[in-house]
């Protein structure tokens, strides 16, 4: 049932909360927050209680009464290495700051066990909601930071297994435009350096080429290199793929860090090197000449952000699932 919070009616409490679930008032607070003792049975009742009674922890009424300001959103991300995550911060940071909000950024380093003691700490700091690019296959644990009334939204990669807001890029398009685009050039050794395997942006980068390639050359899934998160892994894929009998004559970069391994790879023979096209937009990509497959990413961070205060404004609307177009950029790294 939900209860609208005009001032009318009394906003529920964990002691609500708690009696509704047959628990005490510690136990009750320890599965709100997420602490790992808790079993599954009892987390499970104080959840589905907290729902019934929509149940909302009052971060900003706290903070404001301590003296402290409440408006506050975490992002957390995956790599500040890459800065891709740079540009988008300074996007969630554009659209929040007028609004007289401030921004938290953290860093799971790509570990889902990282991500769920820094999106708990966020929470026990009384962050009003929080925007993930999530580690994580499986994101149901994120119901209980819902349940204390701090909304969360995915950006970059989708929600699995938890109904919430998320803002992706088509990702699957653009894998179809990265091997059209090479198809169109001429090219039928086309090879795919990917991301870690397990990441959804991977997966739909990957489909989206199958897409198209599938019809081409049954065989191009032996050019597949994955699990190349940083620049010496790329590097190191590259030479592989240079060393082959038959080698690729064009390459995709699953992303910016890929695209600069490639690039280092092949610099002191540029002359012979495949063609390459890669994935997001580094300003250095301009400058060389590269083709990219890209989305807006202060699009993609600003609608996010968007996604966190709507939210909080209204706990009750429908969640959204929100898909950012991606499109080609045809440089002469490409141009045969």
């Known amino acids: 049932m939900h209860r609208p919070d005009?001032?009318?009616?009394?906003?529920?409490?964990?002691?609500?909360v708690a009696a509704r679930a047959g628990v005490s008032l510690k136990t009750a607070s320890r599965a709100l927050g997420g602490e790992s003792y808790v079993s599954e049975r009892t987390l499970a009742s104080v959840l589905a209680a907290a729902a019934e009674l929509d149940y909302q922890r009052n971060a900003a009424a706290?903070?404001?009464?301590?003296?402290?300001?409440?408006?506050?959103?975490?992002?957390?991300?995956?790599?500040?290495?890459?800065?891709?995550?740079?540009?988008?911060?300074?996007?969630?940071?554009?659209?929040?700051?007028?609004?007289?909000?401030?921004?938290?950024?953290?860093?799971?380093?790509?570990?889902?066990?990282?991500e769920q003691r820094v999106a708990s700490d966020l929470a026990d700091r009384q962050t009003t909601a929080v925007i993930t690019v999530?580690?994580?296959?499986?994101?149901?644990?994120?119901?209980?930071?819902?349940a204390r009334g701090i909304p969360v939204v995915f950006v970059d990669r989708?929600?699995?297994?938890?109904?919430?807001?998320?803002?992706?890029?088509?990702?699957?398009?653009?894998?179809?435009l990265a091997a059209q685009h090479l198809i169109d050039a001429g090219h039928h050794r086309i090879a795919f350096i990917g991301d870690y395997a397990w990441l959804p942006t991977y997966r739909a980068r990957l489909a989206g080429m199958g897409d198209v390639l599938d019809e081409h050359d049954g065989d191009w899934r032996e050019l597949l290199r994955t699990d190349a998160h940083d620049v010496a892994s790329s590097?190191?894929?590259?030479?592989?793929?240079?060393?082959?009998?038959?080698?690729?004559?064009?390459?995709?970069?699953?992303?910016?860090?890929?695209?600069?391994?490639?690039?280092?790879?092949?610099?002191?023979?540029?002359?012979s090197a495949p063609a390459v096209i890669g994935f997001d937009e580094p300003e250095w990509a301009q400058v060389l000449g590269i083709s990219v497959v890209t989305g807006d990413v202060e699009a993609l961070g600003r609608q996010a952000a968007r996604l966190?205060?709507?939210?909080?404004?209204?706990?009750?609307?429908?969640y959204e699932s929100v898909v950012i177009p991606m499109r080609l950029i045809a440089r002469r790294s490409t141009a045969g």
């Open 6 to 16: 005009d001032g009318a009616t009394p906003r529920p409490t964990l002691a609500q």
């Open 62 to 114: 706290s903070l404001l009464a301590s003296g402290r300001l409440a408006d506050s959103i975490g992002l957390i991300t995956g790599d500040f290495t890459n800065p891709f995550y740079s540009a988008l911060a300074q996007a969630v940071e554009d659209e929040i700051r007028p609004r007289g909000m401030h921004l938290s950024v953290a860093n799971s380093r790509e570990s889902g066990e990282q």
């Open 134 to 146: 999530s580690a994580m296959t499986d994101h149901s644990g994120y119901a209980q930071l819902q």
């Open 158 to 176: 989708p929600a699995e297994q938890l109904d919430a807001d998320s803002v992706v890029f088509d990702n699957r398009e653009g894998g179809r």
């Open 235 to 271: 590097r190191a894929c590259m030479r592989e793929l240079l060393a082959l009998d038959d080698p690729p004559t064009a390459i995709v970069a699953g992303n910016n860090r890929i695209l600069l391994g490639v690039m280092e790879e092949i610099a002191d023979d540029a002359a």
């Open 308 to 318: 966190a205060v709507a939210r909080l404004g209204d706990r009750t609307r429908p």
